[in-house]
């Protein structure tokens, strides 16, 4: 496979990555200090409006969508690296509109939605104007297994009711949050993968109660957070479900494949800044009588480090150029593939990164224990390796082999 980008995609990675040097690492720390000092943590830092404006204003705005006259127009594959070099910083998607669970969200509304639907929802999204949260995972089932998702949606006239509770849900506690899509039980009787239905709720809903956030390994990441929802006897139109009744695993397919790919290549990025900050630290730090840089067991760290970093990339732009000429569908494998492999990868490199700084690694100065937070959670997010494991593995006993392969 020969990693060759296309014109646009490369004068983009110029940008982006000028803009992050002038304009996004220099603020990081700015980011935090206003946040902090919020009076309510759940609203936005005045900062991050002002990144927001700069970034619109040169054009790098709504870069991930690959269809639409909003974004960039850019293929997966286009788009990777681009994401890669937002994902460096915890607060850089967000700045070109480009962030979970709202790209999702958007993609959804755009692919699935009515002309009313995108209206209210999906200009304020395109707009900046309001955030999106994704109701999926439920605390009373396994949701590995999606099937069994059961918060009850039940038809009453011109409307549904919805029954049930959430959790981990992103971007529940955001105070710019006006719209949840939620994944819900519309008919039990029905064959097992057209029992359910997404659907739009407005988060001011009457019976719709955000009842606590959720730590990730001690991190609540405001201000959009990862919230547990309860819904009680919440009524939204009919006309909120999304492409129709029974077709929630449809959309959820849809929706996933990309979503994956910009997860992965945000941890890649995370992973990419790690080694950087790893180099850093060895030529600076002095033990036993010479710099960490000369000692065997820190080379070797930089050195797996760059090894599976760079076997992480080639294989998710692999699947990205799968994702762009044969479809999601075909690529399935390749999918769950670095789903598994990029994640971990981050994770193994930002360990390897606390190391080698010692307990520097591990408190708030250099963003490593936040983003090894984040790294292990992401093996959660989407589905757990354990899930994706299987699927590679059922489609590699599909294969058609010789009966003697030696």
Known sequence: MVIEFSQKSRLLQEQLTAFMNKHIYPNEGVYIEQQQALADKWDSPPVMDELKAIA??????????????????????EYSPLCEIMGRSPIGPEVFNCSAPDTGNIEVIERYGTEEHKKLWMEPLLNGEIRSAFAMTEPDVASSDATN???RAERDGDEYVLNGRKWWTSGALDNRTRIFITMCKTNPEAPRH????????PKNTPG???????????YEHAPCGHGEVEFKDVRVPASNVLLGPGRGFEIAQGRLGPGRIHHCMRMIGVAERALESMIVRARKRIAFGKPLAEQGVVRDAIAKSR?????????????AHLMDTVGNKAARSEI?????????????????????????GVCQDFGLADAWALSRAVR???????????TIAKLELRRELSEKPW
């Open 194 to 201: 057209q029992q359910h239905s997404m659907i739009l709720v």
């Open 208 to 218: 719709v109660s955000v009842l606590r956030s959720l730590r990730v390994l001690g």
């Open 336 to 360: 769950a593939m670095i789903k598994v492999v990029a994640p971990s990868m981050a994770h193994r490199v930002l360990d390897r990164a606390i190391q080698v700084h010692g307990g520097a």
């Open 380 to 390: 959660l997010m989407d589905g757990p390796d354990e899930v994706h494991m299987d």
């Open 149 to 151: 998702i059961n918060l």
């Open 307 to 319: 090894c599976e970093i760079d076997q992480a990339r080639l294989l998710t732009l692999h699947a």
């Open 56 to 77: 619109r204003n040169e054009g790098l705005w709504n870069l991930f969508l690959p269809e639409s006259q909003e974004g960039a127009g850019l293929s997966n594959y």
